[in-house]
């Protein structure tokens, strides 16, 4: 919705609201009136409408309408067409206006999160391992620049699609991410963010065929959501990899991934897409639990963390190295990064340390552990797993 009403105002904080007086509409006319069959093509055409309404009235169309350039204006139909497959392309015109080069990375990411994929400013500050202020800042200041700029809002041709096609990777690597796991609420799951990163991804693919980052962002989305449906049990309690019905992965998302890792491996060196996909591939082709061969999965972090330094890369590292060697090693590979800032209010820091604690029969530090991270879990799920190891440890 926000995307279609972009290409009518051209200007994002106007489309921004325009689309929130549309959900406002809706609350008051759903009430005395049924639903339609269609409600996000009436909430677009009510903000679209709003945005034509507020350009008429104002002389904001004079100002604004040099600020964004659509990128072919005799184009009538509303997508792109590659190999007779459309592609609803006002997404994919925002995500390319959000990563432009002339915006720092971090703001490229974060404004597409934002924009496109509908995550608040807090999810979007998770994310990042920042707090809630900076990223509004740092969400504002690029909203700014691309007024200021005037960034096109257009689909770039082929030749400029690489030098913006890493941001939109990271883009959909987080909502992905975000979506697997969400940070707060009371399902583990947003499968509506799931199933965007991953329509996102298989678009990309479809644009850049040639490209192995965009094939193992694809396997790596693949692989890690074949075990979506085993992720917790029918009463909602969270389900480890160990204790997951592996029968029940999705077979034709691991043979699809499986094949585009090989793909994306292929160049040299990897990419870290393709080898964050090689670690999910060498779980997902596991008979068992017993049967997963940590020690590759930890040789794949050490590649990855040179090739992609990055503090949630080391502590993942750390405790592939514990399931691999044992809990104490574990344990001090995670210590060594209690001084990294960035993990500083991170849950799964905590929650791995009570896991190694625990294990090692340090029952009073793993307790002790174990609360931090409650403190600082949002999503419910998450919290009655931390919960139920609480009162395990306390008998």
Known sequence: MLAATVRVTR??????????????QALTAWRSQDVPARPGAWLTTVARRRALDLLR????????????????????????????IEIPD???????????????????????????????????????????????ARITRAKKKIEAARIPYRVPAADELPARVDAVLDVVHLLFTTGHTAPAGADLVRRDLVERAVDLARMLRLLLPDSADVAGLLA???LTDARRATRVDDSGR???????????WDRREIVEGVALVREALR?????????QAAIAAVHAEAATYADTDWREIAALYDVLVQTWPSPVVALNRAVAIGLAEGPAAGLAALDALAAEPQLAGYAYLAAS???????????????TAYEEALLLTDNTVEREFL???LRQLRV
């Not at 200007?11 to 406002?24: M, R, S, V």
């Open 11 to 24: 200007d994002l904080d106007l489309a921004e609201e325009c689309a929130q007086d549309a959900f406002a």
């Open 90 to 136: 006002d997404r994919l015109r925002l995500i390319c206006t959000c990563c432009h080069p002339t915006l720092s990375r971090e703001a490229q990411v974060a404004l597409t999160l934002r924009l496109v994929c509908g995550l608040t400013t807090a999810e979007v500050a998770r994310a990042f391992l920042v707090s809630e202020p900076t990223m509004a």
């Open 353 to 367: 340390r009570a896991d190694f604690l625990r294990r090692l029969g340090r029952i009073d530090e793993a307790t």
């Open 267 to 275: 160049r040299r060196p990897p990419g870290r897409f393709a080898l």
């Open 238 to 248: 969270l389900l480890l990899l160990e204790e997951q019905d592996r029968s029940q």
């Open 387 to 389: 919960e139920r190891r």
């Open 220 to 222: 790596l989305v693949l």
């Open 57 to 84: 009235r104002d002389t904001l169309w004079r100002r604004a309408l040099p600020l964004l350039v659509e990128d072919d204006v005799s184009r009538s139909a509303e997508d792109i067409v590659i190999d007779d």
